[in-house]
């Protein structure tokens, strides 16, 4: 579209972008025919919430955490976006989607370009897009082998008995996964990504968890064990971050119990949280891209689940494990971490 006289277009594209690489592809073919790319706008709600744009803040405008914020330092990190509610009346579009195409591939997948990016030059839209999509770039292409090892999905009981879902549907409405980012910063340490809906609680959370202290001063004590440091942001229901660290008990003895700090936007700012849609309808307005999706970010993260998709595809015989309502999720899922000494938080 042309623009004369003063006059901008901007054209808003909700997900989801296309319903695999092909698809995305192609509608990004259609929209640059008529469209520049300054001019697209792709939403994600996720993005406009506070918790979601203060990583960034949180990461580069404090010395004490970038140093740490490392695979030295840094033992796995763990991201969750869970629901209690079902699917409602959206059986028709979500038994096509599912948890993958509808949450991972591009809610969560965003959170984790804002954990693991590099510091952009600056804050401008196309410097802070840049180093998002190094990171889905360097998320290594899953094999056949690696998507029975390292992901999981789930239905809850009764979803087959939705409303416009297929009696023999297979649809996921859970999934968990174990990624890597080959990168220098985060080679070896895992990040564990789970979603569902008919969960225990809404809950969305980045949980860093880094590695133990020596145990060594401790070993003639009564101390049995350090526990690690945590740091969470919260994003939903409730906006916060904490960090928790051990403390010595009072008393004579040398004991340590696990204590929280804790900071809720809520609580410091008195403002209730929003949907997110209103940060990113105003910078839509105001001609800033910093927080929506650009196209060669849309297909890397396509890319990163289309084997996936692929496997699933073909795997018309393997179960899918259910779960019942108010869990959180199939056992298999917990099995994910415990294969690596780990647990979900």
């Known amino acids: 579209m042309t623009e004369s006289?003063?006059?901008?277009?901007?054209?808003?594209?909700?997900?989801?972008?296309?319903?695999?690489?092909?698809?995305?592809?192609?509608?990004?073919?259609?929209?640059?025919?008529?469209?520049?790319?300054?001019?697209?706008?792709?939403?994600?709600?996720?993005?406009?919430?506070?918790?979601?744009?203060?990583?960034l803040a949180f990461r580069f405008a404090n010395g004490i955490f970038e140093p740490i914020w490392n695979r030295r330092?840094?033992?796995?990190?763990?991201?969750?976006?869970?629901?209690?509610?079902?699917?409602?009346?959206?059986?028709?579009?979500?038994?096509?989607?599912?948890?993958?195409?509808?949450?991972?591939?591009?809610?969560?997948?965003?959170?984790?370009?804002?954990?693991a990016m590099e510091p952009?030059?600056?804050?401008?839209?196309?410097?802070?897009?840049?180093?998002?999509?190094?990171?889905?770039?360097?998320?290594?292409?899953?094999?056949?082998?690696?998507v029975s090892r390292d992901v999981v999905r789930g239905q809850y009981e009764g979803y087959r008995q939705e409303a416009n879902v297929a009696p023999d549907s297979r649809t996921e409405t859970f999934v968990a996964m174990r990624l890597n980012v080959d990168n220098w910063r985060w080679a070896g340490v895992p990040f564990y990504l789970r979603s569902g809906k008919k969960l225990a609680r809404r809950d969305t959370h980045v949980a860093v968890q880094f590695k133990r202290a020596p145990f060594t001063l401790f070993r003639d004590t009564p101390v049995e064990c350090t526990n690690p440091n945590v740091l969470v942001?919260?994003?939903?229901?409730d906006e916060a971050i904490s960090l928790s660290f051990d403390a010595k008990v009072p008393g004579p003895l040398e004991r340590l119990e696990t204590v929280t700090m804790a900071f809720s936007y809520k609580d410091h700012f008195k403002l209730e949280p929003t949907t997110g849609y209103e940060t990113l309808l105003f910078d839509a307005m105001t001609g800033d891209q910093t927080l929506f999706h650009r196209m060669d970010m849309v297909e890397a993260g396509w890319q990163i689940v289309e084997p996936v998709l692929r496997h699933w595809a073909r795997d018309t015989r393997s179960p899918v494990p259910g779960y019942s309502a108010g869990s959180m999720g199939?056992?298999?899922?917990?099995?994910?971490?415990?294969?690596?000494?780990?647990q979900w938080r």
Not at 233 to 237: C, D, F, K
Not at 330 to 340: F, I, Q, V
Request: glycine share 8%.
């Open 120 to 146: 952009p030059i600056s804050f401008r839209a196309e410097d802070v897009r840049d180093e998002k999509v190094k990171v889905l770039h360097a998320v290594p292409s899953l094999t056949s082998d690696g």
């Open 5 to 55: 006289g003063g006059h901008w277009r901007r054209v808003i594209v909700e997900k989801p972008f296309g319903s695999d690489l092909d698809s995305a592809r192609d509608l990004n073919r259609q929209l640059a025919d008529v469209l520049d790319e300054r001019q697209v706008y792709r939403i994600d709600h996720y993005l406009g919430k506070e918790t979601v744009q203060n990583i």
């Open 233 to 237: 942001l919260r994003i939903q229901p």
């Open 330 to 342: 199939p056992t298999e899922a917990t099995a994910l971490l415990e294969r690596d000494d780990r």
């Open 73 to 115: 330092y840094v033992s796995h990190v763990q991201m969750t976006v869970a629901e209690e509610d079902g699917i409602g009346s959206r059986g028709g579009y979500y038994d096509k989607a599912g948890a993958l195409r509808d949450i991972v591939q591009n809610h969560m997948f965003q959170l984790l370009t804002l954990v």
